[in-house]
């Protein structure tokens, strides 16, 4: 039977931009979730309610770029380390000292950077389809007809957004939807959502992930050429206290959900059972652009 559980829409503002939030459930165990590029913090509301369930405060974020938070046209505004310090933001913001961070694709590599900038105000990390940097010139060429159609042919973005909203999201599967969101582009912030995924690193450095001790879990997708498996794996293998976990599809934790959202439940119940680590504060960045390079 569904468990019910309290939600609430808040934002906060960052660096002059609003960024807004949903709110799951209460306590002292607070969980944060990040979207994927260009997409928006829905996508993950039904783990959230499924961790919600379990008796954990989760909190779901629309980066800057992305859903209904602040659309600055900036690239700077959307390298990884920007995004952490979005992050960590919010925590201040929900006066966090820690919680578990994780996301997809580029709310796995958020949430690896948050770890290795501040690792004392994250509990665990739950990454689905991160990305390394071997796999860099297959997003170049995935991003780049969306970095041109937003350049060149803006009004392809304008008129494709205007169709995507006009379509009420309660008349269509919850995936179309979110299909139909990351549809809802404005080209100037798209363009600089895309550029800035390549300004400073994609991910933090391996020597960097080696000494990283936040537990992990790390999910893998197969035949993503975008979020190659077999990155999940390395970075499960690297991090010394990381664990693999390998979906049966690329569509399992969207359409059948229930192994995959079983996992991350106990695993973020595990993470706040442990014995706690000792909040730092000291390793926030104090501007964006600190943690790039």
């Known amino acids: 039977m569904a468990v019910l559980v309290s939600e609430r829409v808040g934002d906060l503002t960052y660096e002059g931009h609003r960024l807004e939030y949903t709110d799951f459930g209460a306590g002292d165990e607070p969980v944060v979730l990040l979207h994927g590029q260009l997409m928006s913090r829905r996508m993950h509301h039904p783990l959230a309610r499924r961790i919600a369930a379990s008796g954990h405060r989760v909190v779901t974020l629309d980066l800057l770029g992305h859903g209904r938070s602040d659309r600055p046209h900036d690239p700077a505004t959307y390298a990884i ?29 958020t949430a690896l950077e948050v770890a290795c900038a501040a690792p004392g105000r994250v509990r665990g990390l739950l990454l689905e389809m991160p990305v390394l940097v071997q796999t860099v010139e297959v997003g170049i060429l995935v991003a780049a007809p969306l970095l041109a159609a937003a350049r060149l042919a803006p009004w392809t973005v304008t008129v494709t957004g205007a169709a995507s909203r006009a379509v009420p999201r309660s008349a269509v599967p ?20 895309v550029q800035g995924m390549f300004l400073g690193r994609i991910a933090p450095p391996r020597a960097e992930r080696l000494r990283t001790q936040t537990p992990a879990l790390v999910v893998g997708h197969p035949d993503d050429p975008i979020h190659p498996a077999a990155d ?4 499960a293998d690297e991090l010394p206290r990381g664990r693999f976990v390998p979906a049966r599809s690329v569509l399992e934790w969207r359409l059948q959900p229930d192994r995959l959202d079983a996992e991350a439940v106990a695993f973020v119940r595990r993470c706040w059972r442990a014995q706690p680590a000792r909040p730092s504060r000291a390793a926030r960045p104090a501007r964006p652009g600190t943690m790039r390079g």
């Open 81 to 109: 380390g920007a995004y952490a310090a979005q992050v960590l933001a919010l925590l201040d913001h929900l006066g966090a000292e820690q919680a578990v961070v994780g996301g997809t694709s580029l709310g796995a590599n």
């Open 174 to 193: 919850f995936w179309a939807g979110i299909a139909l969101d990351t549809l809802d582009q404005e080209p100037a912030a798209m363009a600089a959502v």
């Open 232 to 235: 999940a794996a390395t970075l």
